[in-house]
């Protein structure tokens, strides 16, 4: 990833306002040395230049920057226990939002949405996570996975670029989709374990085609 993602994140915030995985409520960030870059707190689409950017200090934090969204606290967290995060993209993608409803967790029923995570975890706790404490505990819920769910609250989805952030939470929409299809027919037969580690040694190059594909002009 570029050491400055500005332009970057710009892009993917207009691409997640116009996928239908967002409404006035989501973020994108990236990385940039001791800091993270965050869209501030306003709908996707208003966010246009990368001057609009918020500045968010991954050491310890007492207090969010000034225009930051609250939930920057997610951000903040899931950056200081993933070292290998690039990137974060959190929306309200309506199919993980129904999963998270009956299960505890989604599995990867088919190849893209082992991409997504398999399994991805449900954050249980339908709250906005608008303190450290709670940021740190959605954190821990993630783990290494992925993506995650959020109860009731929508989903996020990491990634070595903000674009493949995104690309990564339109396949966990699409992962939680096909599962809920399955689930309304019979039980669900997820991937095996070689199946999986088939798709998400791939998952690079992939996610950065579909990016490619999903980024609007």
Same mark, same amino acid.
């Given at each position: 990833?570029?050491?400055? =993602?500005?332009?970057?994140?710009?892009?993917?915030?207009?691409?997640?306002?116009?996928?239908?995985?967002?409404?006035?409520? *989501?973020?994108?960030?990236?990385?940039?040395?001791?800091?993270?870059?965050?869209? /501030?707190?306003?709908?996707?689409?208003?966010?246009?230049? /990368?001057?609009?950017?918020?500045?968010? #200090?991954?050491?310890?934090?007492?207090?969010? !920057?000034? *225009?930051? #969204?609250?939930?920057?606290?997610?951000?903040?967290?899931?950056?200081?226990?993933? /070292?290998?995060?690039?990137?974060?993209?959190?929306?309200?993608? !309506?199919?993980?939002?129904?999963?998270?409803?009956?299960?505890?967790?989604?599995?990867?029923?088919?190849?893209? *949405?082992?991409?997504?995570?398999?399994?991805? !975890?449900?954050?249980?706790?339908?709250?906005?996570?608008?303190?450290?404490?709670?940021?740190?505990?959605?954190?821990?819920?993630?783990?290494?996975?992925?993506?995650?769910?959020?109860?009731?609250?929508?989903?996020?989805?990491?990634?070595?670029? !903000?674009?493949?952030?995104?690309?990564?939470?339109?396949?966990?929409?699409?992962?939680?989709?096909?599962?809920?299809?399955?689930?309304?027919?019979?039980? /669900?037969? =997820?991937?095996?374990?070689?199946?999986?580690?088939?798709?998400?040694?791939?998952?690079?190059?992939?996610?950065?085609?579909?990016?490619?594909?999903?980024?609007?002009?």
């Amino acid at each position: 990833m570029s050491d400055d =993602p500005g332009g970057e994140i710009v892009d993917a915030a207009r691409a997640l306002a116009a996928s239908g995985l967002v409404d006035a409520f *989501g973020h994108v960030s990236a990385r940039r040395g001791d800091a993270a870059l965050i869209t /501030p707190a306003a709908p996707m689409a208003a966010v246009t230049s /990368p001057g609009q950017l918020v500045e968010l #200090p991954l050491g310890d934090l007492g207090e969010l !920057p000034a *225009g930051a #969204p609250k939930e920057a606290w997610i951000h903040w967290a899931v950056y200081r226990a993933r /070292p290998d995060v690039g990137a974060i993209c959190r929306g309200q993608a !309506p199919s993980p939002l129904a999963v998270a409803a009956v299960a505890d967790e989604l599995p990867a029923v088919l190849g893209q *949405g082992a991409i997504a995570g398999a399994p991805v !975890p449900v954050f249980p706790d339908a709250r906005l996570v608008r303190e450290r404490d709670r940021g740190e505990a959605l954190a821990a819920c993630l783990g290494a996975a992925p993506s995650l769910i959020m109860r009731g609250n929508g989903a996020l989805a990491t990634g070595s670029s !903000p674009g493949r952030a995104f690309a990564r939470l339109h396949l966990l929409e699409r992962s939680a989709d096909t599962w809920l299809r399955a689930a309304a027919a019979a039980t /669900p037969r =997820p991937l095996g374990d070689d199946e999986v580690a088939f798709w998400q040694a791939a998952a690079e190059e992939l996610l950065g085609r579909l990016w490619n594909h999903l980024r609007t002009d």
